[in-house]
């Protein structure tokens, strides 16, 4: 009898002191090691819980762990993808897998089916929750001699995680649809069907909206009288204004933004915009705990100008940095390229450093320990001051 784990989709998906999150798939997975965008956005809605993730994406992998395949023999590609999501201690797992399988084409379906249901009642074994994400599109005509009727066939097996998604009462998050929509599609990949550092950057967006995390920058409109003066619904304004400057204010955000793909601001639509109205003629500059945000005149200031760097986000900078550190030293731990001499049949040539992999669980701690304290947005005061008139 398949063991169904009771999730009603109608609870409100949070993250829960203590938590262990793992993300297990294909390349959708693991390539996101080198950007850690999934995490950042994930973790950062609940900066004070304590809540660990382990990667365990695998490019080129199925739900039978087909892709996991090493000399050493036991175990088998399968049983070493349980081994890694047992070793995990998983409470929730996000489950990506479909993409490779559709090459199958439709008389792949009914195993498809028939193993995404066994793994899913392996990850319930385990006393977990599963989040069921769909493939992704092939995003651009020429990736692939037949990229419509991959995708034609990618839409088949889509319909099936979310039906088996429905089927088991777990949450589900469509990425194909949101992804096929995006307008410039050929900007978000880097070879029509891997995903580049923008378009993790989107795809975890689409995640926190799914999941109804989704918090848009929000923006802000401070009112300046010609006494002196302010006045804001949005930010925190200071009783008097820093020596020798406008205004003083804070924001008093509660999670920090997601680094900016590639540090372009031109390359996304989610800004904050800062709009003061009521400045004198002249020329101002915006500025935070010493760093300059941002110049513009008086009328620029009344129409908005987009708020990009700041100490905020080089927080945020220094956060995903810390992420990717511990992904990667994780991911050296866990899968080793040279696994088969070290732990595998011919480890009596290079066991001895087994221990050196054991030892890395120290980094991987002390990096953890940095994500939860950097996580927590430091509060800032921005100062507004003339520089021209």
Known sequence: MRL???????????LKDGDRVVLVGNSLFENDLQ????????????????????????TGDTVF???????????????????QLTDAKPTLVFVAYGGIEAQAGEDGLPRFTEGLNKLLDKIAALGAKAVLLSPIPVLTVNAL????????????????????AAERGSRYVDIFNPIQQIADKATITENGIHLNEKG??????????????????????????????????????????????????????????????????????????LKINGLEKG?????????????????????????????????????????????LTFFHQYRPQNRT???????????????????LSIVITWLESQIALNRIPVAQVYELRRVER
């Open 4 to 14: 169904v784990a009771a999730q009603p989709t109608s609870q409100k998906f949070e």
């Open 35 to 58: 950007y850690g965008y999934l995490e950042m956005a994930l973790s950062t809605r609940w900066p004070d819980r304590r809540v660990t993730f382990r990667n365990l994406g695998w």
């Open 65 to 83: 762990g087909e892709s996991r395949n090493y000399i050493t023999n036991p175990p088998t590609p399968y049983e070493l993808l349980l081994q």
């Open 145 to 164: 001699p037949n990229t419509a009727e991959r995708n034609t066939m990618l839409t088949r097996y889509t319909t099936v995680v979310a039906s088996t």
């Open 200 to 273: 993790y950057y989107f795809l975890a967006n689409i995640v926190l909206k799914a999941l109804d995390l989704s918090e848009p920058p929000q923006d802000i409109t401070i009112s300046v009288s010609r006494k002196g003066s302010a006045s804001s619904s949005t930010a925190r304004l200071s009783a008097s204004a820093p020596e020798g400057a406008v205004l003083g204010f804070e924001l008093g955000q509660k999670t920090l933004p997601l680094p900016l793909p590639g540090r372009n601001s031109k390359s996304v639509d989610l800004k904050q915009v």
């Open 283 to 327: 020329i101002y500059a915006l500025s935070s705990n010493g760093t300059l945000m941002a110049v513009g005149t008086a009328r620029s200031w009344a129409e908005g100008i987009a708020l990009t760097q700041g100490p905020l986000m080089t927080q945020a900078m220094a956060l995903q940095k810390t992420i990717i550190d511990k992904n």
């Open 341 to 359: 001499y070290i732990i595998g049949f011919r480890s009596y040539e290079q066991g001895r450093h087994a221990r050196d992999l054991a030892e």
